[in-house]
């Protein structure tokens, strides 16, 4: 296979497309292309971090075995044999190894390209860029309105629209979104619609006197419910055989028809010229914020660079392209199924001038890789479509399609194979990589059984042998989580949501803000609370009001008996600072968006479908939609037209479907048929997730109020289906195995009980004076330790990396730049270097004796010595370490009676390493 210059790279679910993606900036490095010209995008920085780390680890280490198939790939593509690969690696290496690598988000490349022609806004170089900045935006736009005279004009928005103060601002982000321009139209009035309709009803009821019949002419209805009658919407009813052949009713039922059509479309009009005013002053008030807040939401930094850069100014769009062009000559584009058409129109014109062949920079590339089928970000503006498009406008882009699952057992490929080559055209069928067979289950259950089918499956898999850390529940909503999270936990099974929640959303910090509540305001539906989540009823106290917030709350945490110094609890007493009392506290402390500290949990993995994106699992449960689909509450219909490159939009009012409008119909139609598609994309996502086990809990018996995206039910006389699921189960389950060093690389030790993480202590004094910082800045040195190979130089840049990624949003610059140079002077150290030389080092090393469970830093072993490292980032509390270590070397001594063992702390200061031999 030789280097296509431009390339499409269908890469469906397992497939290998992180794999190919390396392969291909590398090859492109190995060329002779410096990584400076080389910009690779993705969408999340998870990915993107994920992708330089494949890249840095698959570059340094392309040499070892580890790196056989990326080095196979890499001397295909170049057309070179290993030996010359591996060459030209070497002599790269230092400049790749100092070079900055752009493997950035949209949104980071964006805000880049912002940075350096903010000024052409009008906006500052230095702007910070915020997750959401939607309060401040609303509250300008509420200046806003008042400034200009138009409260009464939005009042009177809402009342005839029936949307909430919220809602509304959610259409409002939604379209200032879209190129919405401003227009006036005048309010219509109803009255022509309403005369044509009495002149109806004043003919048809001389006509028939059918009680059914006479209830479609009644002129006290008011034209909204006038426009849901049989007369209007389903003329098919058989009382209306009667009046069909009088010729004066058709006359007058057409004339009807025709003035509530123009009515509702000027209505229409009304209400979309009426939006489009309050969508300019949204954009104005965005632009406000921006400019003195001088900070800038991700939508915000996209909507700005696409107003930059597809402006009527063409001498400047050509003049800023020119200037991107000269640092860019190859692109990589990950899971481009999910770009939406702003992040589409500004990339487009660079995709233009890479596929265009040799530009300003000299010969260019461009390479893309998604599958269509996992496209299910459509809510967020993601535009499936542009995958084919962006091929079809260009000719020079070849195509390739992987085909091999590396992923997932034979049973699970082949079932989903069986299950999708129907429901997609041109479906290519997977190869199953895997030898092992796999297991695929399909169950069904009654209403509201689902709970007892989850804990059934999960005990089913667990007496087989595996572990509850290996095995994922995928729903769809978020409410799904919570039910089966609460079921799963009363039950006594530990879960892990992997969702970032809200800090008084976590366990230990909501019974205590809940029970402080409970002694406020003395409501019994706090105490209920609280005992929820603790599992225990407690009195209720009386709480002093002169003692500090963050006491008060420490207080009630040792009441209840929960940890007052766990991770959330800490940065509950730090944001409890801003408080004047525990009373302001308890009527405000709801609408605090502090981020829970703690990132994971032992246990169970459950997430929605959404989440699982990306993600594998050893074994995947998933279960079926629960209970009534979301009803589309949107005052319009807004698609994007891919053909006329522009927006249709339509007010949502099925009185228009009624009428005839063919607009209204086919952009309706097509809004289904894309919701549709896109739910069939999510239960693909759902169902290749798993790799050995795939367990499917169907609803039994579904209809409009309990759905079912697995068995086929009927609403509304209409026959709805995604995919139908038959009851089955085929293969075996495969237990867990735990991964272990080989016997070549390892010394045997006795079976070891995994244990909780040790911290480095960076503890003062009394632990009442720990600090969320400090516990971030011993995590964060103990990770980056952690992530080292000392005896692999080239290791460094990973573990920085690492690093950086992990603790960049928790840590400063300067503390982290702190760990890095404390690691060094350790790295730097004789001593260090004597302990480690000549041993196999195993880092985290658990260990369990006699019931004695301990975790060492790092443990050095060779055939006649075991040397333990315990490290320490504070000289506090030092006849404590002294103590723990020994306990760890009487441990060791026990289970290695043949070996010396050997013991030193070593603490690693700000300014010096001392190692202190115990």
Known sequence: MSFENYLCLEASAGSGKTFALSVRYIALLLRGNHPNKILALTFTNKAASEMLQRITTTFCNLHKDEQKGELEALCELLEMDAKKVLAIRDEMMGRFLASELKISTFDSFFGTILRQFSLNLGLMPDFSSVEDNSELINNEFNKLIIANSMVKDVAQYLYDTNNTESDFFNKLKSLSQSKLSQFNATVPSPQNALQKYYQLCDIALKLHSDTNYKKNFDKSLTIEKIATKPIVKEYTKKYFNKVRDNLEFISTRDEFIQAFKEYYLTLEKYEISQISKFVKLYKKAIANVNNRENSLSFDDITNWVNELLTNKNSQDIDMLYFRLDAKIRHILIDEFQDTSIKQYEILEPLIAESVAGVGQSGLGSFFYVGDTKQSIYRFRGGQKELFNKLRDNFSQIKSQSLDKNYRSDKLVVEYVNNLFRSKYTNYIDQIPNSKNEGYVKVVKFEKEKHLEQILNNINELTQAGVAHEDIAILCWKNKDIDQIKNFLEHKGIAVSTQIINLLIKSANVAAVVEFAKYCIFGDEIYALTTQEIIQSKKSRLELKTNASVAQTLKFIAKYLEINPYDIDMLKLYEISAGYSDIYDFVFNIDHEKAKSAKSSQNGINIMTVHKSKGLQFDHVIVVDYLGKPNPNQDKFLIEYNLSLNSWDIKLNNNALEYLGDEEFINLKNRQKSLDKDETINKIYVALTRAKHS?????????????????????????????????????????PSIK?????????????FVIVGRQEIDSSTDAQDELNLDAIYFGKALHYYLESFNFIDANSKEIAKNRLYNKFGSLLDDKSLKDIIKRVDRLLDSAKFNKIIANKKLYKEQDIGFDGELRRIDL??????????????SSLNGQENHRIQVCEYAKILSKIYPQKSVKASIIYILNDEIQIQDV
């Open 739 to 751: 991964e272990i060093a080989s016997k070549s690389d390892m010394i045997e030790l006795e079976p």
């Open 694 to 734: 795939l367990i499917i809990l169907a609803v039994a018996q579904p209809n409009g109020n309990n759905i079912s995206y697995f068995t086929p039910y009927q609403c509304n006389d209409k026959n709805i289906e995604y995919v139908s699921l038959q009851e089955c189960q085929m293969g075996s389950i495969q």
């Open 859 to 872: 443990l050095c072993m060779n055939e006649s010595e075991a040397h333990i490292i315990d490290y320490k």
